[in-house]
C-alpha cells in the first residue's frame, strides 16, 4: 500500500486488508495495472532482497496475493541476511536504507530488557498503530513479538481513538507515533492500568506525554533514531534526556557523529542529522534538525520547498512557512503577502486549489494567513503568526 501510495499521489488507495489468498494482483482484483505492478515488485524486492536468491523473476510471474506470499516465503527461507527500508520524505526519491538482520535483532534484544527487564511484569499482547514495513514498525511488530516468546500483534491503525481504550488491557504494549498519542490524549479520559507504549518517527512533545500519564498510561518509551541508523537512544519521562542504547558510543569531541557497535565486532560511524546537546558521554538531547526538516505525521517536509512553490503563485510576493503551534495540528500553516494587483478575495481558497497538485498532503498548508509584510519581531527576524 505504501508503494502504491507513491505511484498514485492524491489518488484513492488500496483496499484495506487483510486480502485473501486467491485475490488477483490486476484490475480485478487489488486494482494494480501492469506497471503499478512491476514497481510493487521491484519495492518489495528492495525491500527483503528477493533478487539475492532470485525470486524477484518470480512476481511477475504469478498473478495472486498468495503466491507473492509463497514465493516470499521460499526467497527468505534461503536469503534472510539483509533489510532495506526507505525514508519517508516528501521531496525527491526515498532513501534505501539497508540493515543487517543481525543487527536489528541486537537492538530488539535490547528492547526487549528495557520493557520486560528489572522485575517488570510481562508483556501480553503488541497492539500497532504504525506499519510494518517501515523499520520502527518492523522493529516493534515482527521482532520484539518474536524475541518476547511470539506475543500476539493486534493492528489498531483503523480502530478510532475513542474506542480504542476500551480494546486495551493490562499487559499491553501500544506502538504508536506521536500525532497518533496527541490524539489519544485528547480524547480519551482514561486509559486501562498496565498499558505501556512506545512512540517514535518524531520527537513526542512533553506536553503530550504528561496529558497520557494523566490519563493513566503507565509508561511512555520514547525511541530515538532513524531509517538509516533504526533505534540510537531512548528515554521513558518527559523532558529527561536522551540515553544510548547499549551497542552505540559517542566519539570524543563529536557533537553529531555516533559509532554503533554489531555482536560481530564490527563498528560503524552515522553522521546524524539532528543538532544533539550532551550531557556526559551517554545523554543527550536533541535540538533539532540541521537540514530544517519539521515532521508532519511521521513525514519528512522542508518548509523552505513549500514557501518556494507558493512564490510561483502570479499572486504571490513573499511568503513563510512554519508548523503550527502544538495546540492547533502538526501540520504546515504559511503566511502570504499578496502582490498589490491580487485580488485577495477567496485567495486563500485559490492557493489551496494551486498547491493540491503540486504539494504532497503533508506538505500542504492546513491554515493561511494574508498580510502586506511578513510578521517579524523587534530584531527584524521572521516571527510566528496566529
Same mark, same amino acid.
Given at each position: 500500500?505504501?508503494?502504491?501510495?507513491?505511484?498514485?499521489?492524491?489518488?484513492?488507495?488500496?483496499?484495506?486488508?487483510?486480502?485473501?489468498?486467491?485475490?488477483?494482483?490486476?484490475?480485478?482484483?487489488?486494482?494494480?495495472?501492469?506497471?503499478?505492478?512491476?514497481?510493487?515488485?521491484?519495492?518489495?524486492?528492495?525491500?527483503?532482497?528477493?533478487?539475492?536468491?532470485?525470486?524477484?523473476?518470480?512476481?511477475?510471474?504469478?498473478?495472486?496475493?498468495?503466491?507473492?506470499? %509463497?514465493?516470499?516465503?521460499?526467497?527468505?527461507?534461503?536469503?534472510?541476511?539483509?533489510?532495506?527500508? #526507505?525514508?519517508?520524505? @516528501?521531496?525527491?526519491?526515498?532513501?534505501?536504507?539497508?540493515?543487517?538482520?543481525?543487527?536489528?535483532?541486537?537492538?530488539?534484544?535490547?528492547?526487549?530488557?528495557?520493557?520486560?527487564?528489572?522485575?517488570?511484569?510481562?508483556?501480553?499482547?503488541?497492539?500497532? !498503530?504504525?506499519?510494518?514495513?517501515?523499520?520502527?514498525?518492523?522493529?516493534?511488530?515482527?521482532?520484539?513479538?518474536?524475541?518476547?516468546?511470539?506475543?500476539?500483534? +493486534?493492528?489498531?491503525?483503523?480502530?478510532?481513538?475513542?474506542?480504542?481504550? %476500551?480494546?486495551?488491557?493490562?499487559?499491553?504494549?501500544?506502538?504508536?507515533?506521536?500525532?497518533?498519542?496527541?490524539?489519544?490524549?485528547?480524547?480519551?479520559?482514561?486509559?486501562?492500568?498496565?498499558?505501556?507504549?512506545?512512540?517514535?518517527? *518524531?520527537?513526542?512533545?512533553?506536553?503530550?506525554? =504528561?496529558?497520557?500519564?494523566?490519563?493513566?498510561?503507565?509508561?511512555?518509551?520514547?525511541?530515538?533514531?532513524?531509517?538509516?541508523?533504526?533505534?540510537?537512544?531512548?528515554? /521513558? *519521562?518527559?523532558?529527561?534526556?536522551?540515553?544510548?542504547?547499549?551497542?552505540?558510543? %559517542?566519539?570524543?569531541?563529536?557533537?553529531?557523529?555516533?559509532? %554503533?557497535?554489531?555482536? !560481530?565486532?564490527?563498528? #560503524?560511524?552515522?553522521?546524524?542529522?539532528?543538532?544533539?546537546?550532551?550531557?556526559?558521554? #551517554?545523554?543527550?538531547?536533541?535540538?533539532?534538525?540541521?537540514? =530544517?526538516?519539521?515532521?508532519?505525521?511521521?513525514?519528512?517536509?522542508?518548509?523552505?520547498?513549500?514557501?518556494?512553490?507558493?512564490? +510561483?503563485?502570479?499572486?504571490? *510576493?513573499?511568503?513563510?512557512?512554519?508548523?503550527?503551534?502544538?495546540?492547533?495540528?502538526?501540520?504546515?500553516?504559511?503566511?502570504?503577502?499578496?502582490?498589490?494587483?491580487?485580488?485577495?478575495? /477567496?485567495?486563500?481558497?485559490?492557493?489551496?486549489?494551486?498547491?493540491?497538485?503540486?504539494? @504532497?498532503?503533508?506538505?500542504?498548508?492546513?491554515?493561511?494567513?494574508?498580510?502586506?509584510?511578513?510578521?517579524?519581531? *523587534?530584531?527584524?527576524?521572521?516571527?510566528?503568526?496566529?
Amino acid at each position: 500500500m505504501d508503494e502504491t501510495s507513491y505511484l498514485r499521489p492524491g489518488a484513492a488507495a488500496l483496499s484495506a486488508g487483510p486480502w485473501p489468498l486467491e485475490t488477483p494482483l490486476n484490475e480485478d482484483g487489488l486494482g494494480l495495472d501492469s506497471l503499478e505492478r512491476m514497481s510493487v515488485a521491484a519495492a518489495l524486492s528492495q525491500t527483503l532482497h528477493l533478487h539475492e536468491s532470485s525470486a524477484d523473476e518470480l512476481l511477475t510471474a504469478h498473478a495472486t496475493f498468495g503466491d507473492w506470499l %509463497r514465493i516470499t516465503g521460499q526467497a527468505l527461507a534461503q536469503v534472510d541476511a539483509r533489510l532495506t527500508f #526507505r525514508t519517508s520524505g @516528501s521531496s525527491g526519491q526515498p532513501k534505501p536504507c539497508t540493515h543487517t538482520l543481525a543487527d536489528l535483532q541486537q537492538e530488539t534484544r535490547f528492547l526487549a530488557r528495557l520493557f520486560t527487564g528489572a522485575h517488570r511484569k510481562p508483556l501480553r499482547r503488541v497492539l500497532t !498503530a504504525v506499519p510494518a514495513h517501515h523499520i520502527y514498525g518492523f522493529l516493534f511488530t515482527v521482532l520484539l513479538p518474536v524475541e518476547l516468546g511470539h506475543l500476539p500483534v +493486534q493492528d489498531v491503525r483503523r480502530v478510532t481513538v475513542n474506542d480504542l481504550p %476500551r480494546r486495551m488491557a493490562a499487559g499491553d504494549l501500544l506502538v504508536s507515533h506521536p500525532a497518533h498519542w496527541a490524539l489519544l490524549a485528547r480524547h480519551a479520559s482514561a486509559l486501562p492500568a498496565g498499558v505501556i507504549g512506545t512512540t517514535s518517527t *518524531a520527537p513526542c512533545p512533553d506536553e503530550t506525554a =504528561q496529558a497520557l500519564t494523566r490519563c493513566g498510561l503507565q509508561r511512555l518509551v520514547q525511541v530515538y533514531g532513524s531509517s538509516e541508523t533504526a533505534g540510537i537512544a531512548w528515554r /521513558d *519521562a518527559p523532558a529527561a534526556h536522551y540515553e544510548l542504547m547499549a551497542h552505540w558510543t %559517542r566519539p570524543d569531541n563529536q557533537a553529531h557523529d555516533l559509532l %554503533r557497535h554489531s555482536d !560481530a565486532g564490527d563498528t #560503524r560511524a552515522f553522521a546524524l542529522q539532528d543538532a544533539l546537546k550532551w550531557h556526559g558521554p #551517554r545523554h543527550f538531547n536533541v535540538m533539532g534538525r540541521l537540514d =530544517q526538516a519539521v515532521q508532519v505525521g511521521g513525514i519528512n517536509v522542508f518548509p523552505s520547498r513549500v514557501r518556494d512553490v507558493l512564490l +510561483q503563485h502570479p499572486e504571490v *510576493a513573499d511568503a513563510a512557512v512554519r508548523l503550527m503551534a502544538l495546540q492547533d495540528s502538526a501540520r504546515l500553516k504559511a503566511f502570504v503577502v499578496p502582490r498589490p494587483e491580487a485580488d485577495i478575495t /477567496d485567495l486563500t481558497q485559490r492557493l489551496d486549489t494551486w498547491l493540491a497538485p503540486r504539494l @504532497s498532503a503533508a506538505e500542504r498548508p492546513r491554515a493561511f494567513a494574508l498580510g502586506s509584510e511578513l510578521p517579524r519581531n *523587534a530584531q527584524g527576524k521572521l516571527a510566528d503568526w496566529v
